[in-house]
């Protein structure tokens, strides 16, 4: 496995995890101002599973001897006015991360790195679950956002959300 064009996708997908925990820092900061800390909670967690996305593509490149390239991340730079918008952009955001990961797997594909392919099975998986927990959110919020008294209920069940590292054998 040495082709130039998925070792620069990988890289890439790092840089883009380490992204997406820096958005979701921005998030719970923003909650966190809100007084909605069950909500700050679980962007808090959010924030860590992709730093632990991001160690898994560097370890995955480094077991199979790629150089790991570190990018400067961007700032997430996003103000928020409402409750809704950060929930909103999570689910835009979450599917990009879908579309990444998808041009990462048809470029191995298309030089038949299986390994490479078979590794990015789990984050196939993986992100169609963080689109539905985005969707549930959203669809949650539409249902109790208006009600302060369900909205504390929900920031109460956000709150009890606690972080589970991935086990993924590479």
Known sequence: MDNEKVSSLLNDQVREEFYSAYLYLNMSNYYTEQGLDGFANWFKIQAQEERDHAMLFMQ???NNNLKVS???IDSPGEEYTSAMEPLKSTLEHEQSVTDFIHTIYDAAFTVKDF???QFLDWFVKEQGEEEKRATDLIKKMELYGDDSKSLYMLDQEL???VYIAPSLVL
């Open 159 to 161: 709150g009890s959300r």
């Open 115 to 117: 390994r490479t392919m």
């Open 70 to 72: 570190l990018q400067a």
């Open 60 to 62: 995955y490149m480094q």
